[in-house]
């Protein structure tokens, strides 16, 4: 009983965290997961744990969906992601971790104190390297998130077409990297009944989250996002 908890319960916060930004249900997941299961099997559970909640987020903005905006940056993830899964084994993690965590809290410092910084759009080279830089630490490490969350956001005029762009990318994602897990035997039958029951509980959360999103103005949830990628580099840096 005690393990379907564990895998409940962060998969429910996990779900209301990506329904409210859009990303961050694998770090929510991630901080207990590896407790109970081996660490590249929770990372690949908790991603298919959010598998459903993805699908009826991208379902429900799809006529805000615009595929143009999200396959060019998903192949240039995508192949950096490939490449890095290969470095797994040569690099020094927690170093990656400390160098993530260590951009995340600058990125947050810079969104919180400089003004009207959210409403700005990237130069092409500065998106560039957001997905270069998400595509190597999702390789790496399973973290993709927070720098295609700046990407997408500075890109859209409203909370339905943020979430629209980052769920459908997301949903693109969770097909190409998990087909790549269960490719390695990373990801077996064995751990299907976690996933489902990790899907059940994300859906759960992000029905509350969806409650809570709508009473949020743009600028408030902008702020919210900001605080989330904060916090993601806190946790990075020192755990």
Same mark, same amino acid.
């Given at each position: 009983?005690?393990?379907?908890? &564990?895998?409940?319960?962060?998969? $429910? ?17 991630? !901080? ?19 598998? #459903?909640?993805?699908?009826?987020? !991208? ?5 805000? /969906?615009? $595929? +143009? ?30 160098? $993530?965590?260590?951009? &995340?809290?600058?990125? /947050? ?99 509350? #989250?969806?409650?809570?999103?709508? +009473?949020?103005?743009?600028? !408030? /949830?902008? +702020? ?16």
């Amino acid at each position: 009983m005690t393990t379907w908890l &564990l895998i409940f319960i962060p998969a $429910l916060l996990a779900g209301v965290v990506q329904g409210l930004t859009g990303f961050g249900a694998v770090i929510i997941m991630m !901080t207990i997961f590896p407790f109970i299961l081996p660490i590249s099997s929770a990372a690949g559970i908790a991603g298919l744990s959010m598998l #459903a909640s993805m699908i009826g987020l !991208t379902y429900r903005y799809r006529h805000e /969906f615009k $595929l +143009k905006r999200v396959i060019v940056p998903f192949i240039i993830y995508a192949a950096v992601a490939t490449w890095s899964v290969h470095l797994s084994n040569v690099l020094n993690s927690h170093v990656m971790r400390m160098l $993530l965590g260590g951009l &995340l809290i600058a990125l /947050f410092l810079y969104f919180t104190l400089v003004k009207n910084s959210g409403e700005r759009h990237y130069p092409w080279y500065i998106a560039v390297c957001f997905m270069v830089i998400s595509g190597f630490f999702n390789g790496l490490l399973g973290i993709g998130g927070p720098l295609m969350a700046l990407y997408f956001l500075s890109l859209s005029n409203s909370i339905p077409e943020y979430t629209a762009s980052i769920q459908g990318f997301f949903l693109i994602d969770a097909f190409y990297i998990n087909s790549v897990r269960v490719g390695n035997g990373i990801l077996s039958l064995h751990d299907v009944p976690y996933i489902l029951v990790g899907m059940v509980a994300a859906g759960i959360g992000t029905i509350v #989250a969806a409650r809570i999103a709508n +009473k949020l103005d743009d600028q !408030t /949830f902008r +702020k919210w996002i900001y605080r989330f990628i904060g916090l993601s580099g806190i946790y990075y840096l020192f755990f």
